[in-house]
């Protein structure tokens, strides 16, 4: 199976955005692009939940591509935390410049409701997995602290406001899931500081930072987090509302992309 080097065929990369739960759509996927199923390159995953595609989608940009990963796969799905180090090194060892996540998550403030969009600027892993369990030697002993990349943050940011599109800023913690949080888990989350619960994205985040690539990420808030204003979260609800604020993330997006170098 090929590579994505081999897929890249000499052009080099430029930034890589995983688009989670119901966000495919913000690869707005043009008739340049090439498209390539996970399946078909090397160490990328293979994906079995709904709302996810499982393809790449490579599209020019000066002398390099942006690559849109379309769907990721979960710690929930395996057991495996490390789902992604596959496709998370490959960016990496093809020199991408930047990895920006987005998920879908729900919040735990009022202040945050259901289709807003937030900066992850720190999380919370009280799942008791870690991608970096069983590598050995002293890199797995990945630093944390600003582990969301300040000029990736602030390029967002700007990104937003340029769009208009109103952008929170806040704290995630991850739930291994697949079942969803309990009113209980959620009212412990909120005390210790989480404004976002979701299933993904925090593995992630340490395997970039492990494989040294800048990293960022964005949360779509799909709904309350559970027994907060009424809220008691599906599978359904998710998909739905992200399609909905899709939208807003392509703005931020493709602006981000058009001013990047
Ligand atoms: N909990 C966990 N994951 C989620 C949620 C939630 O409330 N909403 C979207 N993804």
């Known amino acids: 199976m090929k590579s994505l080097k081999d897929h890249l065929g ?48 490579l599209r020019r940009h000066g002398d390099g591509y942006d690559a849109f990963l379309l769907g990721r796969a979960h710690a929930y799905e395996k057991g495996d935390a490390a ?20 998920c879908a998550a729900g919040s735990t403030r009022a202040h945050i409701p259901p289709g807003s969009i937030v900066q992850i600027e ?13 590598e050995t030697g002293d890199r797995r002993f990945v630093p944390m602290v600003d582990a969301y990349d300040a000029g990736l943050r602030h390029a967002l940011k700007q990104a937003a406001q340029a769009t208009q599109i109103d952008m ?30 979701g299933m993904s994205t925090v ?7 492990f494989f040294g690539l800048p990293v960022a990420a964005l949360a779509i808030v799909t709904n309350f987090a559970a027994g907060l204003a009424g809220g008691n979260p599906t599978h359904d609800e ?8 899709a939208d807003d993330v392509t703005r931020v997006l493709s602006h981000f992309l058009a001013q990047a170098s």
């Open 10 to 57: 000499g052009t080099k990369l430029r930034h890589a955005i995983v688009l989670g739960t119901g966000l495919s759509r913000v690869a707005q996927v043009q008739a340049d692009d090439r498209i390539i199923p996970y399946a078909e390159i090397a160490d990328f995953p293979l994906l079995h939940v709904s709302g996810h595609a499982g393809q790449l989608v």
């Open 83 to 102: 789902a992604m180090k596959g496709a998370i090194g490959a960016l990496a060892q093809c020199g991408a410049q930047s990895l920006i996540l987005t």
């Open 122 to 134: 720190d999380h919370i892993n009280f799942s008791g997995l870690n991608p970096l369990i069983g």
């Open 168 to 197: 929170h800023s806040g704290v995630y913690m991850w739930f291994s899931g697949p079942s969803f949080e309990t009113p209980a888990e959620i009212r412990m989350a909120q005390k210790i500081g989480a404004d976002l619960v």
């Open 203 to 209: 593995p992630e985040v340490i395997l970039a930072r």
């Open 238 to 245: 998710t998909k739905r509302v992200a399609e909905q604020a």
